[in-house]
DNA sequence: ATAGGGTTAG
């Protein structure tokens, strides 16, 4: 049997020239040869004008205007401007190519716009800022699809209405609609900014309902709200029961583990991805080296700065944020200094990164002139910055200067003092020598205070020795933890610098009535004499050692000669031969 | 179409 002859051709010669001729066509968009596809292809164009959509995707990833324009004129010559399908295609082109005013307008000039052509218009409002219309859009539309729904609960968690968001996905399910791996993925990272974890664990069901939960997607989201939420064990297991892990899988995993303070373990995943196999991103950086930041752990610091320039991540404004505070709180203030000047890039973040860093080594005035000239710079300064410029003035005595910026941050900038503002307050107060002032403004502060801001003032009273007020605060504070030795161990230490030793007895025979203890350090003396000199040793978690500094120091720095630097929150300890530079035995 | 990050008081 004999195939119909089309002049000299089969029909399946026909048929394959035609796949051939198209896939070629095809191939000639895909990789950008615009002109070529269109001049070798003009008559199959002409005959089948839905060829027109790669040549708008090539342009779409071109972001070329003048390509589009010039595309877009060939196709209204061709006649087929009405197409919906070819419509569909210039709209999303224009959004992608950040033209959103003409797309709004040719949206405009459709005669018959479907659904598709609505969710273009949705996702390119949102892309460009304007949720506002997006959610217009959306509200008109009398059918919708599960794209549409996407497009809008997407959209409402990016500006992070992320209530809203949640609130959508019900109403999607009430009218029909079963959410998908996108929804899912939108939803998880609303509860994730939401901290919310008893929404997470129903939208869980959902992904297990959907049989997304292998999904890498849906994982990554799932354990990131949980583990944002402060279920670090529950994350933990998403991530460990998914068969493929990818690069984002295993960093969701490792900046986890960053937020839930395991700094520690971070260094450790970070080293198995890498005998894995996945190379570190920008992202896994800013997680690796907050953690070393934590850790005050230099030379891995050091170690991992080098990778990032060898990945060439080093012009990231987050890297470049953490590796500020990493020198900082390693001692490292002039490499700080040379990130901070190197970034070309700058925002709020970097700058508050900097001032913190000025302020922990006791450079308050650096960083006022730091703070003064972000604002002439107009960089709205948020409220982590007042917490980094509060406690720069107060570490350096600036009562004045101080003040006037917590004024500032209420009127000007129109933030509400955190506790963490009041304890900078307290602190900046006390250390000048207005007690009551400082006792006056814990009382009348409207957040409710913590033992913390209670023992700021109380070290404020042992610096000026005043024994009378200290005994009244170490009652309140009391009142919040009765068990707390930390508080008698102040007073003590004010009662012995101010010679009193009846109070101090008192006090002991108080704390043996009340069965309070006071934790031996044990565990670093056995470490000193086990550890030969010279050996930097890496992490102590939960060590107590100095009881006169009045904070649970965690970390041991290093160990030079013998002699043990340990960091807490905000200082450097130096221990010799028993002896912390701060004066107390341990 | 969708996922992961930086600065913060004692």
Not at 128 to 139: I, N, P
């Given at each position: 049997m004999s195939c119909p002859r089309f002049f000299s051709k089969t029909a399946t010669e026909v048929v394959a020239h035609f796949v051939d001729s198209t896939e070629e066509f095809i191939n000639l968009c895909s990789k950008g040869h615009l002109k070529e596809a269109v001049n070798r292809f003009k008559s199959e164009i002409w005959s089948d004008p839905t060829l027109f959509s790669h040549l708008i995707q090539s342009c779409t990833l071109k972001k070329s205007l003048s390509c589009s324009k010039q595309l877009h004129s060939l196709i209204v010559t061709s006649g087929c401007s009405s197409n919906n399908f070819i419509c569909n295609h210039l709209l999303n082109m224009y959004s992608k190519i950040g033209q959103l005013q003409t797309a709004v307008t040719l949206f405009g000039l459709m005669p018959r716009r479907n659904i598709m052509s609505c969710n273009i218009m949705i996702n390119a409002n949102e892309q460009?800022?304007?949720?506002?219309?997006?959610?217009?859009?959306?509200?008109g539309m009398t059918k919708r699809n599960i794209?549409?729904?996407n497009a809008m609960v997407a959209g409402l968690v990016q500006f992070e209405f992320n209530e809203e968001g949640l609130r959508l996905l019900s109403e999607m399910h009430q009218v029909g609609f079963l959410p998908d791996e996108f929804t899912l993925g939108s939803v998880l990272r609303g509860c994730a900014g939401l901290r919310g974890l008893d929404a997470g664990r129903q939208i869980h069901c959902y992904v297990v309902k959907g049989g997304f939960e292998l999904d890498l997607v849906a994982g990554s989201s799932l354990a990131h709200m949980y583990m944002k939420s402060g279920s670090l064990v529950e994350g933990e297991k998403v991530i460990r029961l998914m068969p493929v892990c990818n690069v984002i899988a295993w960093i969701t995993l490792i900046a986890g583990k960053a937020q839930n303070g395991l700094a520690e373990d971070v260094l450790d995943q970070y080293n198995l991805m890498?005998?894995?196999?996945?190379?570190?991103?920008?992202?896994?950086?800013?997680?690796?080296?907050?953690?070393?930041?934590?850790?005050?752990?230099?030379?891995?610091?050091?170690?991992?700065?080098?990778?990032v320039v060898k990945a060439g991540a080093s012009l990231d404004v987050g890297v470049i944020s953490s590796l500020i505070s990493m020198y900082s709180r390693c001692e490292c203030l002039d490499d700080s200094v040379k990130a901070f000047l190197e970034c070309e890039y700058s925002d709020v973040v970097l700058w508050s990164s900097m001032i913190a860093a000025y302020g922990f080594h006791g450079k308050g005035e650096e960083a006022i002139n730091l703070f003064e000239q972000m604002e002439q710079k107009e960089f709205e300064a948020n409220d982590v910055t007042f917490v980094s410029l509060l406690y720069a003035c107060s570490h350096c005595g600036l009562k004045e200067k101080g003040m006037e910026f917590f004024d500032l941050m209420v009127k000007k900038y129109g933030l509400k003092p955190r506790l963490e503002h009041y304890t900078c307050v307290v602190d900046l107060l006390g250390r000048c020598g207005y007690l009551d002032e400082a006792a006056?403004?814990?009382?009348?502060?409207?957040?409710?205070?913590?033992?913390?801001?209670?023992?700021?003032?109380?070290?404020?009273?042992?610096?000026?020795?005043?024994?009378?007020?200290?005994?009244?605060?170490?009652?309140?504070?009391?009142?919040?933890?009765?068990?707390?030795?930390a508080p008698y161990v102040l007073l003590s230490n004010i009662h012995a610098s101010a010679k009193r030793w009846q109070g101090d007895s008192e006090l002991r025979e108080a704390m043996r009535e009340r069965n309070v203890k006071k934790e031996p350090a044990k565990s670093l003396r056995l470490l000193l004499l086990n550890t030969p000199a010279g050996v930097p040793i890496r992490v102590m978690k939960n060590l107590r050692v100095c009881s006169d500094c009045h904070v649970a120091i965690k970390y041991i720095s290093e160990i030079k000669?013998?002699?043990?630097i340990v960091r807490d929150a905000s200082r450097f300890h130096h221990f010799r031969n028993g002896k912390c530079s701060c004066g107390d035995y341990w």
């Open positions: 460009s800022g304007d949720l506002e219309s997006a959610r217009k859009l959306f509200e794209a549409t729904w890498r005998m894995v196999g996945f190379r570190p991103d920008k992202i896994t950086f800013v997680s690796v080296i907050s953690s070393c930041s934590e850790l005050a752990t230099l030379g891995q610091g050091q170690q991992i700065h080098a990778e006056a403004l814990i009382r009348n502060m409207p957040v409710k205070a913590n033992a913390i801001i209670w023992k700021t003032l109380l070290s404020a009273c042992k610096i000026h020795k005043s024994t009378d007020m200290a005994g009244r605060i170490a009652e309140e504070i009391l009142g919040h933890n009765p068990q707390d030795a000669n013998r002699e043990i």
